[in-house]
């Protein structure tokens, strides 16, 4: 499998969780995401993917040992709004957290559902809450890592099926160029609170 380089140095998440460690999957339920995990998972690299692994990989640093189908989600737009659905699915698979869909639990232990929450009254792109009650707010902005002005163009061209090989080459270069640029400056397009 080829991919972009840069997906295996994006710094992994950690997160423990006591349901892969009472079934014996990881030890001690210690478990790592990486980029390439949730790009594989998603079918795709974007800014988009890039910012919900971000925000989740940044406020999780802030709980003092996060676990997984512990934290309660909470997103500000609706599921069907704009990217929140595919930003939804990549806090899923890292937190465990769903709505209606995810795993019901064992003897009453370790249910995810109802953990993810969306059209949310908060001042951020999202908000987590551990089961201490602890909260962590964060917004993600894309706009202070603008595209390459040579990104529309070729993107209409590879839309339209009417550009050749080098432009789809050149245009996928200059999206995982994006792509690469606001993992590697977190500072510069997520705010915590």
């Not at 908060?122 to 002005?149: E, T």
């Not at 990104?151 to 999206?175: D, G, H, I, T």
């Amino acid at each position: 499998m080829q991919y972009p380089k840069f997906y295996d140095e994006v710094e992994k998440i950690k997160i423990t969780d006591e349901l892969s460690s009472t079934l014996g999957a990881f030890k001690d339920g210690i478990m790592e995401f990486s980029y390439l995990d949730v790009v594989k998972s998603a079918g795709h690299s974007c800014p988009t993917i890039a910012g919900a692994y971000l925000m989740l990989k940044e406020s999780l640093k802030r709980f003092d040992s996060p676990k997984r189908g512990e934290i309660n989600v909470y997103l500000k737009d609706d599921m069907s709004e704009g990217v929140t659905g595919v930003i939804s699915n990549v806090i899923a698979q890292i937190t465990g957290a769903t709505s209606k869909s995810g795993f019901h639990g064992l003897a009453g232990k370790y249910d995810r559902r109802g953990l993810m929450h969306f059209n949310a009254d908060i001042d951020s792109s999202m908000r987590l809450v551990d089961r201490s009650g602890k909260i962590v707010d964060v917004n993600y902005d894309p706009n202070g890592l603008a595209p390459n002005p040579k990104m529309s163009p070729l993107m209409q061209k590879v839309l339209s099926k009417s550009a050749n090989k080098e432009e789809k080459e050149e245009f996928q270069m200059l999206w995982q160029e994006r792509v690469e640029r606001i993992l590697r400056f977190p500072e510069v397009v997520i705010t915590i609170k």
